[in-house]
């Protein structure tokens, strides 16, 4: 399991970029969401990994 938390604001980054966190369910900062571990997921954090945290568990 992936837990994966909004850290920074999607505010002023590519369209591609807000879509997939909203893709992810991920709308307001400090928001927490958990995900299966599966490539698709991973693929996604990947697109975005300067806006989240991403912790396993």
Do not use: W, Y
């Not at 299966?36 to 945290?53: A, F, S």
């Amino acid at each position: 399991m992936l837990k994966v938390k909004l850290i920074r604001s999607k505010c002023g980054n590519k369209p591609k970029q807000v879509a997939t966190l909203d893709a992810l369910g991920l709308r307001k900062i400090r928001q927490e969401k958990t995900f299966e571990d599966r490539p698709e997921i991973r693929g996604m954090i990947e697109k975005v990994k300067h806006l989240v945290e991403v912790t396993e568990q």
